[in-house]
């Protein structure tokens, strides 16, 4: 394809827009796509070239998905040149930081389960961000008030101390057999050469543009000429690169004991904003020894058998693993598995989630009670013909299960919620990313990036090319006597990220992982749903339309979901709303693969939502 180039007023301002034009090349879109700016830099093909977008690829020796192509190549030439699993996954985190920075990037965190193939086990890796040692339960109060959730969003205070970079150091340390320098090295490239940029990074560095704009390394980035880079011009990132070249030479204490995380504290402290701007920023409570002692951690993954299988999960401080794993449990225990079931098993298992997980280093969580079958057939108990009353009580997954009696005490919408996660009033996006990859070994990487929401904070550090998290939003704010997620020193917020690797007779079956905030959780219960109840392949399980109950008085759904099953499952008492985005209507961008035996494999990304993404194999043949 080839891009040729218009320029027309939009909303006010001068918008320089491209236009593709089959038949051409990629690589001819790139060297001719430039942004305003960049006319007289010549533009590299690398990261260009090669294999198209496709959602679905099947084939041999190391396959990938990720929501994006440029990253899914980063990955792919890893396994090319030898690397393992974990290796190409590290590499696809680092580029997604440059293709997707509103998701994924150096200062914010994930969870990697893992499947090592010569060992034959599971394990996971946690790279959550952490509160700094300042930040205190009423942190996020005022006057015996939460604060609005948004000045939260874009603010210092929110900050918490990165986890992505002594994640990658330890996976590849304990799995990997590369550096993190070479790991780095597809991610600087394409942050040096460019990639182009398509709707999706257009759409959301616009719907962040009024906050960006507010902070002067922000907009120097990513408004050039004050606007969100066009669609289709080539988007550099020089100071990324550097500084990941410059991460891949002296390594993570650079970040963890050295100068740049002297500047990240200092614009935690003092996010950069511009002259005049009334916006308030509230500084961050991070310093130094906060980023001193930060340790990425290995953990056993939360496990559960589910009709034959065994379902690994993310344990606590996810909630992913023990919420789909509960979940799971309870349609295991029902005679009959619908969508209408599918709703009921998720509002129970959210009804728990919310009551009993945290920080496992804060917080006894008992996740040995919430994957027991014990406490799934109690809780199955509960599931009639048509939808329960709003809101479910928690159980008691104590280790006493006597049958079908209703426990807990019934609550009042989710008190551990952010605002509005049990309604339509705060969105829960496309925030986050996810990333599945798999080797000649055998060996299966599922990936959960993250740096919250969409845009993390909206900070850049100035000069070093990337965006802070605003992680610490996903702690309740309270007051909330007894949550299990309010702040505390040094804790680790509750997630719901849930990368999820399922094994048959002690082998990989299945990956599979996406974004959405809380809908993280019933996107990936609903594929495995989808999958393993109702019949589908993974790529239609990935496709289908969506819906989301997490404990709320309606389901929130996707059009096309509401279309299509919305008349049978009203008839059994349930609402829907739409699903409030952004993009409105939409949940979640699913990356998941199948091991199909005989050495084959099927990748799998979205079709369509998030503009699609792409899944690679290494070779078609055996
Ligand atoms: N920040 C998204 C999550 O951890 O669930």
């Known amino acids: 394809m080839s891009f040729r180039r218009l320029t027309v007023p939009l909303a006010g301002i001068t918008a320089s827009l491209a236009l593709v034009i089959p038949p051409a090349t990629a690589q001819t879109a790139a060297q001719t796509a430039a942004a305003p700016g960049d006319q007289e830099r010549p533009v590299t093909t690398q990261g260009h070239g090669g294999p198209a977008k496709t959602p679905v690829a099947e084939g041999y020796g190391g396959a990938v998905a990720t929501v994006d192509l440029d990253a899914s190549k980063a990955a792919l030439s890893v396994l090319r040149q030898g690397g393992n699993a974990m290796d190409a996954a590290v590499a696809g985190a680092a580029t997604l930081g440059v293709t997707e920075p509103y998701s994924a990037g150096l200062a914010g965190g994930g969870f990697i389960v893992y499947y090592d193939a010569r060992r034959g086990k599971v394990v996971s890796i946690d790279g959550r961000e952490k509160a700094p040692r300042a930040m205190t339960e009423t942190a996020f109060q005022e006057n015996g008030a939460a604060i609005p959730f948004n000045d939260a969003v874009t603010s210092g205070l929110s900050v918490g101390v990165p986890g992505s970079v002594a994640q990658w150091e330890l996976a590849l340390r304990r799995y990997g057999t590369i550096s993190l320098k070479k790991a780095l090295q597809p991610a600087i490239d394409v942050a040096s050469g460019g990639f182009v940029v398509d709707k999706t990074f257009y759409d959301q560095t616009d719907q962040n543009a009024a906050r960006f704009a507010d902070f002067t390394s922000t907009a120097a980035l990513y408004l050039p000429n004050g606007a969100p880079p066009p669609i289709g011009s080539v988007f550099r990132n020089p100071d990324l690169a550097a500084t990941y070249r410059e991460l891949?030479?002296?390594?993570?204490?650079?970040?963890?004991?050295?100068?740049?995380?002297?500047?990240?504290?200092?614009?935690?402290?003092?996010?950069?904003?511009?002259?005049?701007?009334?916006?308030?920023?509230?500084?961050?409570?991070?310093?130094?020894?906060?980023?001193?002692?930060?340790?990425?951690?290995?953990?056993?993954?939360?496990?559960?058998?589910?009709?034959?299988?065994?379902?690994?999960?993310?344990?606590?401080?996810?909630?992913?693993?023990?919420?789909?794993?509960?979940a799971l449990n309870i349609l295991e225990a029902l005679p009959k598995v619908g969508r209408h079931e599918y709703l009921e098993a998720s509002r129970l298992a959210f009804a728990d989630r919310n009551a009993f997980v945290g920080d496992p280093a804060y917080v006894d969580v008992p996740l040995g009670g919430l994957l027991s079958d014990g406490f799934a057939k109690e809780r199955a108990c509960l599931i009639g013909d048509v939808a329960m009353p709003n809101p479910a009580a928690p159980g008691s997954p104590d280790g006493s299960y006597d049958g079908c009696q209703v426990e807990g005490t019934p609550l009042t919408g989710d008190p551990a919620a952010k605002p509005g996660e049990d309604g339509a009033e705060k969105p829960e996006g496309p925030e986050t990313t996810h990333l599945v990859v798999t080797d000649r070994?055998?060996?299966?990487?599922?990936?959960?990036?993250?740096?919250?929401?969409?845009?993390?904070?909206?900070?850049?550090?100035?000069?070093?090319?990337?965006?802070?998290?605003?992680?610490?939003?996903?702690?309740?704010?309270?007051?909330?006597?007894?949550?299990?997620?309010?702040?505390?020193?040094?804790?680790?917020?509750?997630?719901?990220?849930?990368?999820?690797?399922?094994?048959?007779?002690?082998?990989?079956?299945l990956a599979v992982g996406s974004p959405g905030g809380a809908t993280i959780?019933?996107?990936?219960?609903?594929?495995?749903?989808?999958?393993?109840?109702?019949?589908?392949?993974?790529?239609?399980?990935?496709?289908?339309?969506?819906?989301?109950?997490?404990?709320?008085a309606a389901t929130q759904a996707e059009q096309a979901f509401i279309d299509r099953y919305g008349a049978e499952l009203t008839a059994k008492g349930h609402t829907f709303v739409i699903a409030p985005g952004p993009p409105v209507g939409e949940i979640g961008a699913a990356t998941g693969l199948e091991f199909l035996g005989r050495g084959k494999v099927q990748a799998v990304a979205e079709p369509a939502r998030r503009g699609g993404g792409s899944a690679l194999v290494l070779s078609s043949r055996p």
Do not use: C, H
């Open 248 to 326: 891949g030479r002296r390594g993570g204490d650079w970040l963890y004991d050295g100068r740049l995380g002297q500047e990240l504290v200092a614009t935690v402290k003092a996010p950069p904003l511009k002259p005049g701007s009334t916006r308030v920023a509230r500084p961050g409570l991070m310093d130094a020894a906060d980023l001193k002692a930060y340790r990425a951690l290995e953990r056993a993954p939360a496990k559960t058998g589910y009709n034959g299988m065994d379902v690994y999960g993310m344990p606590p401080p996810s909630s992913g693993g023990s919420t789909v794993g509960e």
């Open 441 to 509: 070994w055998g060996d299966v990487a599922a990936y959960n990036i993250t740096i919250e929401q969409t845009g993390g904070s909206g900070i850049v550090v100035p000069g070093r090319g990337f965006l802070l998290n605003n992680e610490l939003t996903d702690f309740t704010f309270g007051p909330a006597p007894g949550d299990p997620n309010l702040p505390a020193p040094g804790k680790r917020p509750r997630s719901s990220m849930a990368p999820t690797i399922v094994l048959k007779n002690g082998k990989p079956l």
């Open 521 to 552: 959780i019933t996107t990936v219960l609903q594929i495995l749903v989808n999958r393993f109840e109702l019949g589908m392949s993974l790529p239609d399980a990935v496709a289908a339309p969506r819906a989301s109950q997490r404990n709320a």
